[in-house]
């Protein structure tokens, strides 16, 4: 199949959102501009690691004294707390995710790529943008205000799963959970 590529320089809106209950939610990143929306799946760790690097990212360039940077740390982000846009179809599952500064454009890059067959990542640097066997991509070009804001968001739906166990930290389900800490007895 000819691989598929999402462009959006800039997005009217980019988020992580989810679907379903805490404990069996399927994470989203989404892009959308005009009537165009692209979803595509992703694991929670790679949610939470995106908005991790973003916000590492930021701080060095606001360290570096990159003014778009600079601001943003300065700006309290406009807090995005709607659902994801329909239709949510997902268009691949992210194998890789990739962080970038143009500073050119004064915008942070955010790539998306498809896993592998396999259910691996590709390695972004033996990928040949321009190759049409390549893995599906989306690549998103947006400022360091909409970052922090995809921050917050990515954040807080990141820490609305379960509640963790008070002995073990393990994720507890709604019935509770068998704990290691309490040698194998249930714990609600």
């Known amino acids: 199949m000819a691989r598929r590529r999402y462009f959006f320089d ?26 165009r929306v692209v979803s595509i799946v992703l694991e929670k760790v790679q949610v939470a690691v995106l908005a991790d690097r973003l916000n590492e990212l930021l701080s060095e360039l606001g360290r570096r004294g990159v003014a778009a940077a600079v601001a943003a740390e300065q700006t309290t982000p406009a807090e995005d707390v709607g659902p994801l846009d329909e239709p949510l179809n997902e268009a691949f599952r992210a194998g890789s995710l990739t962080l970038g500064w143009d500073g050119e454009a004064g915008r942070v890059l955010v790539e998306a790529r498809a896993q592998s067959e396999d259910g691996e990542g590709i390695d972004p640097d033996e990928d040949d943008d321009d190759d049409e066997d390549g893995p599906d991509l989306l690549r998103v070009m947006i400022s360091a205000d909409a970052a922090r804001a995809f921050i917050s968001r990515a954040t ?11 002995l073990c930290g393990a994720p507890l389900d709604p019935q509770g959970h068998i704990c290691p800490r309490r040698n194998g007895h249930y714990v609600n």
């Open 156 to 166: 807080r739906i990141v820490g609305a799963g379960r509640t963790p166990c008070p």
């Open 10 to 35: 800039p997005p009217e809106r980019f988020v992580a959102g989810t679907v379903g209950r805490p404990g069996d939610r399927t994470f989203f990143l989404q892009a959308r501009e005009g009537t």
